[in-house]
């Protein structure tokens, strides 16, 4: 961890768990909860975005998206995104409402019996075999 005062320029503490939690830090939208599990089959690594900012920021700028992103909203959209996404959306059991492809730049339809969404890179979903009716969950 980095601290910062006026006078002085910074100091960085060598403890593990600080080194550890660096990445956090410097993107909080990138915080790796756990699994996304469908059943007893492990999907993929999930980040849960918990704050406004996290949900506000969610995958926009990426290339890429690795693992998932799980966010407590009805809606998403690919504006300013450069790759397309698969979202699931889960009511407050986790149950798959729905699952849409969105191609980059096109705002998403809302869905308002979703209490969440899960998003994931494009094709993920059908290669998982992820479909209306099965539960999502997130486990440490």
Same mark, same amino acid.
């Given at each position: 961890?980095?601290?910062?005062s ?28 756990g699994w ?7 999907l993929?690594?999930?980040?849960? =975005?918990?704050?406004?900012? @996290?949900?506000?920021? &969610? ?5 890429t +998206?690795?693992g998932?992103? /799980? !966010? ?8 300013g ?8 959306f ?23 019996? =979703?209490r969440?969404?899960? @998003?994931?890179?494009? &094709?993920?979903?059908a290669?998982?075999? +992820?479909?209306?009716?099965? /539960? !999502?969950?997130?486990r440490?």
């Open positions: 961890r980095t601290t910062r006026p006078t002085a320029t910074s100091s960085t503490s060598a403890s593990t768990s600080d080194r550890m939690a660096a990445p956090v830090d410097r993107d909080p939208g990138l915080r790796c909860d996304l599990v469908k059943g007893t089959t492990v993929a690594s999930a980040c849960v =975005a918990r704050t406004r900012t @996290e949900r506000r920021r &969610g995958l926009l700028g990426r290339d +998206v690795d998932v992103m /799980v !966010l407590p909203v009805r809606a998403v959209h690919t504006i995104m450069r790759c397309a996404i698969d979202v699931a889960c009511d407050a059991a986790g149950t798959v409402l729905r699952v849409v492809t969105i191609p980059p730049g096109r705002p998403g339809r809302c869905c308002w019996a =979703a969440r969404v899960v @998003e994931a890179p494009e &094709g993920a979903f290669s998982w075999g +992820v479909v209306p009716g099965d /539960v !999502l969950e997130v440490t």
